[in-house]
């Protein structure tokens, strides 16, 4: 394939942010290294993505798809019917559209289009993001012609063949997670502290819930506001429009410019999405991270406590003097931030966004 090679990729994930930032990560670079690529992002039909994919000029499709839950729900009697249409639209939307590669990051809703696209002999890129292996990604490993993964170990996770059934041993490959854009990329902290109407008077804590599951840590958050406020300011990404008005506390449904948060922020609170934890260790960002209860989150919050990249709470067990504690430590402690920061960075390898696509470029010839 030479340079500029015209070819299509369909990008596929959705319901939440978590399974599309890295697929748009990688869609970032291809363009800037291919510009003539083509991409067509299929997602579900009420989460996020669409709204993501427009604003970055990338067509977009919803398909149906079913949860296929570990545990029982009337919603699951709906979810085989469910699948079985999401399969005949993606045989549809394949057939249309004619990609070279098929790339997903996990979401149920890759599971229909990645098995059309084996049916239709596409090849298929999967990526693991998170220490837990997805139900998505288990499912759709044995027709994936190639798995790239976030940490080394995860190799373990899946069978080294080639494709169904196959024996060769070069199939899985360790990439680390791609994001969006690096510590060379970030507006100077000068311009992101006007950006938002920030002082440099005290520090800047950034918290996020990420696109989903905002509402308990916020709830942790209100509590701790008061005296959270009074050594420093804060940015606050609710996941909902919020009216209060307070000294120092700035708080958005959602921010569009991160990057601009990022550059802003010298701690961030945040959930432990594989996203958000890849953005933290990309920029050397010191981080408090807050798990979601009972989902996957914990495990990979789990791994960053064991290997000192993160100061960890748990949601439902943490008092609001913790918390604080943990703030001002981090804010306070500069051996601390740069032994975390440090600890993240070895765990997690930059540059997974060029790694990927390197691995696509050879699917597409």
């Known amino acids: 394939m030479t340079k500029h090679s015209i070819f299509k990729i369909i990008l596929v994930g959705g319901g939440t942010m978590g ?17 003539e690529t083509k991409f067509l992002l299929v997602g579900t039909y009420h989460g996020p993505e669409k709204k993501a994919a427009h604003g970055l ?3 977009f499709k919803a398909i149906f798809s ?11 009697l709906w979810s085989p019917f469910a699948i079985l249409l999401g399969f005949l639209q993606s045989l549809f939307i394949i057939v249309s559209y004619k990609p070279n590669v098929v790339v997903g990051a996990g979401g149920f809703v890759q599971v ?21 292996r997805t139900l998505s990604n288990s499912l759709c490993a044995p027709i994936a012609t190639k798995i790239t993964v976030t940490f080394e170990h995860s190799i373990r996770d899946f069978s080294q063949g080639s494709g169904l059934f196959s024996e060769a041993n070069n199939k899985v490959l360790w990439a680390g997670n791609p994001v969006r854009f690096n510590t060379k990329e970030l507006p ?24 989903s599951g905002a509402e308990g840590l916020n709830k942790l958050v209100e509590k701790a506001l008061p005296k959270l406020l ?4 804060i940015i606050h990404t609710t996941g909902k429009p919020s009216e209060k008005s307070l000294p120092n506390y700035h708080p958005y449904k959602y921010i569009e410019r991160m990057d601009m948060a990022y550059a802003a922020a010298d701690v961030v609170i945040s959930r432990a999405g594989l996203s958000a934890i890849s953005e933290l260790s990309v920029l050397h960002k010191p981080a408090i991270i807050i798990p979601m209860p009972k989902t996957h989150q914990e495990s990979n919050a789990a791994m960053l406590w064991s290997k000192k990249a993160a100061i960890v709470f748990d949601q439902d067990g943490t008092e609001v003097d913790e918390l604080l504690k943990g703030v001002r430590n981090l804010l306070l402690d500069g051996n601390l ?29």
């Open 57 to 59: 000029g990338i067509d």
């Open 337 to 365: 931030q740069k032994s975390i920061t440090s600890n993240l960075a070895e765990i997690m390898p930059a540059g997974a966004e060029q790694r990927i696509a390197k691995v696509i470029y050879s699917l597409a010839q």
């Open 19 to 35: 399974p599309v930032s890295p697929l748009l990560a990688i869609a970032d670079h291809i363009y800037n290294e291919k510009p």
């Open 66 to 76: 079913g949860k296929l839950r570990r545990y029982f729900s009337l919603q699951t």
């Open 188 to 211: 100077a902290k000068s311009a992101a502290l006007k950006f938002f109407k920030l002082h440099s008077e005290l520090p800047v804590v950034l918290i996020t819930g990420g696109s």
């Open 112 to 132: 229909p289009l990645m098995y059309a696209a084996w049916v239709l002999r596409i090849p298929i890129l999967i990526h693991q993001q998170d220490v837990e």
């Open 230 to 233: 009074s050594f420093a300011q």
